[in-house]
């Protein structure tokens, strides 16, 4: 039986005699090629990296609906009679614009349906559009030929699937033989080489490995060509990937927040996916693009979006200052004087709107309420609060490097004040924890409580209680959010993993990444391949349908940048190795171990290659890292219950001076020159 005309949006293609051809290689269509040529730091680990070695890929297997067996692709295949489908299988996320090639008798129509999830193959997309009603398929008229192509029309692109459905209708008889499916990969399209990472990691457990890459790919998958945006308004049925989201810019990449959806600049995502982009694929000039375009957005009163084109609406305080702390960690990274000189004139205006909202409590009082799902928002509100300190001390250094020292006087003052406040009226001591306001003491966040501890908020003998107490709302794939009922978040258990990191909780952070990522990651239905947005408590995929979603678990995105955290968290934490001087003139190494016997990282700035690597070893552990001479690191180095002990520094003794030891925290810290250099610790 043929599908209803509701579900399905026609096309009658004019079939060419001659094979398609597609651009095996280089940039995604006329975008110029800015990106890298080759990967900073090739090994071992890139048999980890998920994305393709070219730009034109095809199916790896085909399987009948009702999951019958897998055959080999390519391979003979036929599509025979009425209603007959096959589902074609990628073997990770792709997106991008589908060609077939065929020969066929008799007539009718071939479907072509897609799905980043196992669960919604069939003769329906799964939800894209917005609205909840189906996406529907795409559709090619056939008649009998010898050779033919069908590619899809660039409107109906599809920036996130792993199985593609073909499907036939005809009131008649047809055969229609497959002789190739190919997809033009249109994400990261500045690139002509997209497995050219600036960054890498490795570590001595696989599984991490894995879920460092497919947080990279994922980003990956959310690079793309600005003039491919999800069409707004929201179309009704169908989908349209044909909006220009540049807004003035003339960049070849912008940074969306999911590759099927929303394809929309969502300011909130960046504070996860910002960082991770710059310890993995290295792709800050894409970066810079998607800030200056919510810069573009920003209203006469100063306000930034909650959403960016076409969607521009605003009246979110949460994620008018994640636009903030993403230009700190921009400008932190590159060094980009000329890019900060001309942001800063509407930085300071972002900043006048957002400190304004701060009362006499000392406290930010939300009036902007959007924010990325939680139920509840408003007032002295714990996670704005928290947002509200790092933009205010990030904002401090940002002044310092533009040449505002009032600014950055003030800032830093309204932040200490701001943080005697939050510890004061926000924290409940009777739970271990903060509350979700100053008044609402039903819950105790999960965003909330993780970003207290990212950001040092609370005093250092409330952070492990803090870091338990989230821990109670673990389950066996995860951590769930207190609020949001029932839903795990790839956002919240991002802030949360660094959190524990960041509390020197190593085994609580491993442990969470390993049950979250690492669930979805070997789900057999997911996409094996990158980082869903959210799911619910049963294991389905249903993120948000209570809340939002219309009860539609196939409009959840399953690659999603919000939820790439533990790519920037293993870099950063397990690796150690951080940027604390624009471009990395100065920088930090300090490692946490967990339960893990060896790892090692890097990434680029402007300035060159920054590399650490560590081993244990009986006795103690090797530690050896790289950066560009003429920069500064200090390195902090992990003891035993007995210090540091014996301390051998590029093969020679060094006797720890009692200025090497914090008063603080009673770590050894050394401060040492750029280049390549090498340690041993025996306790």
Wanted: aromatic share 12%; with cysteine; net charge negative.
């Amino acid at each position: 039986m043929m599908l209803s005309l509701t579900l399905l949006i026609t096309f009658i293609a004019i079939l060419s005699q001659q094979r398609a051809a597609v651009t095996a290689a280089g940039c995604w269509r006329n975008t110029a090629c800015t990106g890298p040529k080759t990967a900073a730091f090739p090994g071992d680990w890139d048999k980890y990296n998920y994305a393709p070695t070219n730009r034109v890929v095809s199916p790896i297997s085909y399987f009948p609906p009702g999951g019958g067996a897998s055959t080999n692709f390519p391979g003979a295949v036929s599509l025979k009679g009425n209603n007959q489908q096959l589902i074609f299988d990628f073997g990770k996320l792709v997106g991008g614009i589908v060609t077939v090639s065929y020969s066929a008798t008799g007539a009718g129509n071939l479907g072509m349906a897609f799905t980043e999830a196992n669960n919604w193959t069939g003769e329906a997309s799964d939800s894209s559009n917005g609205s909840f009603n189906p996406d529907g398929a795409v559709i090619a008229a056939v008649t009998t030929t010898a050779e033919a192509n069908f590619t899809m029309p660039d409107a109906k692109l599809r920036g996130g699937f792993r199985y593609l459905t073909l499907f036939t209708q005809t009131t008649n008889q047809i055969n229609i033989n497959i002789h190739d499916i190919t997809v033009e990969i249109a994400f990261q399209p500045s690139w002509s080489n997209l497995r050219a990472y600036q960054g890498y990691f490795s570590c001595s457990d696989p599984l991490l490995n894995k879920i460092w890459y497919a947080g990279a790919y994922t980003l990956q998958t959310n690079a793309i060509p600005p003039q491919t945006g999800r069409q707004f308004p929201i179309l009704g049925s169908s989908w349209s990937n044909d909006y220009d989201l540049s807004l003035g810019t003339t960049s070849g990449t912008i940074y969306v927040d999911g590759s099927k959806r929303d394809r929309t600049v969502w300011p909130g995502d960046l504070a996860i996916a910002v960082p991770s982009i710059l310890v993995s694929t290295g792709d800050w000039e894409g970066v810079a693009n998607t800030l200056q375009v919510l810069y573009n957005d920003q209203t006469s009163a100063g306000e930034l979006p909650f959403a960016g084109p076409g969607i521009n609406i605003y009246g979110s305080d949460t994620y008018h200052m994640a636009t903030l702390i993403g230009t700190y960690d921009y400008y932190l990274w590159t060094a980009d004087q000329g890019w900060l000189n001309t942001i800063y004139p509407k930085y300071q205006r972002a900043m006048a709107f957002i400190t304004g909202k701060i009362d006499g409590t000392g406290l930010l009082s939300v009036t902007g309420t959007n924010d990325w799902g939680r139920v509840s928002q408003g007032g002295h509100n714990t996670e704005a609060n928290m947002l509200m300190y790092k933009v205010l001390t990030s904002g401090s250094q940002l002044a310092t490097w533009a040449g505002d020292s009032a600014s950055s006087t003030s800032w830093v003052k309204m932040a200490a004040t701001l943080k005697t406040a939050a510890n004061k009226l926000n924290f409940d001591s009777a739970a271990g924890a903060f509350k979700d306001s100053d008044t609402d003491s039903s819950i105790h966040p999960q965003d909330g409580n993780a970003l207290a501890l990212l950001y040092s908020i609370p005093p250092s003998n409330l952070t492990l209680s803090i870091s338990t107490a989230l821990t109670k709302n673990w389950i066996s794939i995860g951590s769930l959010a207190p609020e949001l009922p029932n839903n795990l978040v790839g956002f919240g258990q991002s802030f949360e993993i660094k959190g524990h990191f960041a509390a020197h909780q190593p085994a609580r952070a491993l442990d969470l990444i390993r049950r979250a990522w690492g669930w979805y990651l070997n789900s057999p239905f997911g996409t094996a391949s990158t980082c869903i947005e959210g799911y619910l408590s049963d294991g389905s995929f249903g993120y948000r349908s209570q809340y939002g979603y219309a009860n539609d678990y196939s409009y959840t995105s399953h690659a999603h940048g919000w939820s790439t955290g533990p790519t920037d968290a293993l870099t950063s934490f397990v690796v150690g190795l951080t940027v604390t001087a624009p471009g990395g003139r100065e920088w930090n190494l300090q490692p946490q171990f967990g339960d893990l016997s060896e790892a090692e990282g890097g990434f680029t700035t402007p300035l060159g290659r920054f590399t650490a690597k560590w081993e244990l070893v009986k006795g103690g552990y090797t530690l050896a890292w790289g950066a560009p001479v003429g920069t500064k690191g200090a390195v902090v180095l992990p003891g035993s219950e007995r210090g540091v002990g014996r301390l051998m520094v590029d093969g020679r003794e060094r006797v720890v001076q009692p200025q090497d030891i914090s008063a603080k925290d009673g770590m050894v810290r050394i401060m040492v020159d750029g280049g390549e250099h090498s340690l041993v610790v025996s306790y």
